[in-house]
């Protein structure tokens, strides 16, 4: 049937599907203008409709205008190509046979040995070809340009590739809050990912600078910047620096770059980028990324993920070294607020023990200080107090610092307890303000009266009284009380006065101590019966060693239960001339 015995129209259109495969078939879709009759009753529907049939040029221009193809007989010899197949390969029009350089080579030789698919470049495009038999011993070679398609899935694997990178530097630089560690790693990872190396320029304080490089592949060095180098010699690194926006790469002629930059055997610079690392309102520093010559020149897409990298790293620089500084600052503060450590004292046995309640600040509101004096009449001892301020962490641990520098202050003034305390109450009362936190304390004063006896005077104000281990192993507890700190505008007390005798101990304890919770059930207190029960199985025992074991069994008692400041300060009159070794203070020293 010629063209013109029928005057059906041919409409024909490439199915579209999601995800559809290259060189997947097209679908052609035949219709007629004219309604096909319904069959007559009882007669079954012919599936050949009169007036349907495709002429041959209506095909031919449907080849024509679809996908690229080529068709070649036995021989190789090209027997029919249509336009779209000479679009991707342009001497192929001149071409008779499927064979370079009519066809690429990949193509060629996929046909020659018989190869049911090839794929290859064609030109700056990329290409895929599908071997198909057709009747006669012909062969159709249907070319697919996947370039596009190909692009797309290197930029989404590209971009899984540097999401792992980053998932993996933040886990990396955020693993550690060292500064020089964190400059080291950002180094590290920018010159395994990102370039041939990498060089941190940041600031060390009081104008000074470091250099933290790294080559691909190496450990990175962590340098001084070299007296005479000059960050302006660098194209870029001031205004980084100064935490001004990048300058393109295509900017800066690396034939600038200072030979003090580069790391030693670099070889010759090819092409570099400056980027700044944020930081916490100021840059951390800059970072300087360098690739030989050889390598690719840093591309629009790498100069902007460095970036987004310059970014999490200065974050984590700029952590580090907030931590350091709030670490030093802290450790000054808390160096004045821990209790002392205890120094021989001539006449005295001295132990102690502290524990906050929150271990990772080293700080509470449990406190003990001990300070040689002069009691009325010229009589030489040593002043002792324990204490506990309500509440825990840095704001009890502020008004502890107050209360212990204000007593020491006080101290030089007056001796008597009563007063003493009255003049520390009137003066937290007036400093308070919102900030209503009241205290409990034990006051002691210590007088060695000779032959390793001591006499005590023991005034508690609103605190546990202590507990005196006598050397038959008895347990008393001093008499003696009094009203809280802070709290009413006038305080009274009463002090008690007892001797130790060698070998005695008096134990200062907070209420951390006998409010301790644990035991069997998780929630039963410690108490003061328990206490003097394991402070009765210390008798004649060094004072530092008492303190240990009520320490231990505080802890024992408590398992891994949250629990209150705990403070222990144990007086001693000495046993006579012995040596000691509790606590790892040593060889021995002389106590009697």
């Known amino acids: 049937m010629d063209d013109n015995t029928s005057t059906v129209e041919l409409h024909a259109e490439r199915v579209r599907e999601t995800g559809r495969r290259p060189g ?25 409709v009169p007036g349907a049939a495709v002429g041959a040029s209506a095909l031919r221009a449907l080849v024509e205008d679809g996908p690229a193809l080529v068709v070649c007989d036995t021989e190789g010899g090209v027997v029919f190509r249509n336009s779209a197949a000479e679009t991707l390969f342009p001497r192929l029009r001149d071409a008779r046979r499927l064979a370079f350089p009519g066809v690429p080579q990949w193509l060629s030789e996929a046909h020659a040995r018989g190869a049911a698919t090839a794929e290859g470049p064609a030109g700056d495009r ?146 570099l980028v400056v980027t700044p690392l944020p930081g916490n309102g100021v840059p951390a520093g800059a970072l300087v990324l360098l690739r ?44 004045d607020l821990l209790p002392p450590p205890l120094a021989p004292v001539e006449g005295l046995d001295l132990g102690g023990a502290y ?104 005034t508690s104000a609103g605190h546990p009284a202590p507990l005196i281990l006598r050397g038959d192993g008895r347990v008393e507890e001093a008499e003696t009380r009094g009203t809280l700190i802070g709290v009413v505008p006038s305080v009274t007390s009463t002090t008690w006065e007892t001797v130790l005798e060698p070998g005695e101990t008096c134990l200062l304890f907070s209420d951390g101590v006998t409010e301790a919770r644990g035991g069997a059930s998780g929630n039963e207190m410690f108490g003061t019966q328990r206490l003097s029960g394991a402070l009765a199985e210390c008798a004649r025992m060094p004072v530092r060693a008492v303190v240990e074991r009520v320490e231990m069994l505080t802890a024992q008692w408590l398992g891994g239960n949250e629990h209150d400041d705990i403070a222990l300060l144990a007086v001693g009159a000495p046993r006579g001339s012995h040596l000691t070794a509790v606590d790892g203070t040593g060889r021995g020293r002389y106590t009697g």
Request: glycine share 10%; net charge neutral.
């Open 24 to 48: 997947a078939a097209s679908v052609l879709i035949v219709t007629s203008p004219h309604r096909i009759p319904e069959p007559p009753p009882g007669q079954a529907a012919d599936r050949h």
């Open 292 to 335: 030989r010559t050889g390598s690719p020149v840093f591309t629009e897409d790498e100069e902007v993920f460095a970036r987004v990298f310059a970014a999490r790293a200065g974050a984590a620089i700029s952590a580090a070294v907030l931590y350091a500084d709030k670490n030093d600052t802290t450790e000054i503060l808390q160096r």
């Open 355 to 458: 524990r906050p309640a929150r271990a990772v600040e080293r700080i509470g509101g449990d406190f003990y200080d001990v300070h040689p004096c002069t009691f009325g009449e010229g009589e030489e001892g040593t002043f002792v107090v324990l204490g506990d301020v309500c509440g825990k962490g840095p704001g009890a641990a502020v008004l502890t610092g107050r209360i212990r520098n204000t007593l020491t202050a006080l101290r030089q003034v007056e001796s008597r307890h009563d007063r003493l305390l009255g003049l520390l109450n009137d003066t937290l009362l007036r400093r308070q303000g919102a900030d209503a936190r009241f205290a409990t304390m034990v006051l002691a004063d210590a007088t060695p009266l000779g032959h390793g006896r001591v006499g005590l005077r023991l």
């Open 126 to 271: 990329e290409v895929t070809a599908t071997r198909s038999p057709l009747p006669d011993g012909l062969t159709a070679w249907r070319l697919a340009d996947v370039t596009e398609e190909r692009t797309a899935c290197r930029r989404l694997a590209d971009e899984r590739g540097r999401t792992r990178f980053l998932a993996l530097a933040s886990a990396r630089l955020l693993a550690s809050l060292n500064r020089s560690k964190c400059l080291q790693t950002t180094a590290e990872l920018a010159a395994g990912q990102l370039a041939d190396a990498a060089v941190v320029v940041a600031p060390a304080g009081r104008r000074r600078m470091t250099l933290t490089g790294a080559v691909a592949g190496d450990a990175p060095r962590e340098k001084p910047l070299p007296a005479a180098a000059d960050v302006e010699e660098v194209p870029g690194l001031a205004e980084a620096l100064a935490g001004f926006p990048p300058v393109p790469s295509r900017w800066v002629d690396p034939a600038l770059a200072p030979q003090w930059l580069l790391p030693p055997g670099f070889g010759e610079l090819g092409s």
